[in-house]
């Protein structure tokens, strides 16, 4: 009868360490969902007039149009990239990818700079996107757009 009574206390613990694993796991579940549909996926690659890829104001690539060095994309400083964005017959639409920054305000500062700058010389929409390690472009994470 001790055996029975051991076996019983054992699988209610049991039981409620499953109850406390599912809750969790339905909390967890529910937060991702809400944090992926805050933020969507870019899809509008070929309506982009212009797209960099932006490291720092010394090293950015441009996707498109794509400037190249021979074979390979060449490395661009933020006044080389203004120049390849005021050669655009269109302005509708510049895309900024950008890395990870530790620091939020870090990271709120580039984006206001890109749109003053981007804006100043006519684009309309810029919109940013977090940088992942392919050159893919559609279906990268939108993190803001600004106007």
Request: with cysteine.
């Amino acid at each position: 009868m001790s055996s029975n009574i051991h076996w019983q206390k054992n699988c209610a613990k049991s039981g409620v360490m499953i109850r406390v694993s599912a809750s969790l796991l339905l909390v967890l579940l529910l937060a991702t969902a809400c944090s992926t549909s805050r933020m969507g996926r870019f899809n509008e690659q070929e309506q982009a007039n212009l797209v960099v890829r932006y490291y720092t104001d010394d090293t950015s690539y441009v996707l498109k149009p794509a400037k190249t060095d021979g074979t390979f994309l060449a490395v661009l400083n933020k006044d080389a990239v203004l120049d390849v964005a005021k050669q655009q017959p269109g302005r509708e639409l510049a895309v900024v990818i950008l890395i990870h920054y530790r620091a939020q305000s870090e990271a709120d500062s580039v984006r206001q700079n890109w749109v003053k700058l981007l804006k100043e010389v006519g684009y309309q929409r810029v919109v940013f996107l977090r940088a992942s390690g392919s050159m893919q472009i559609n279906g990268l994470p939108v993190l803001a757009g600004g106007g």
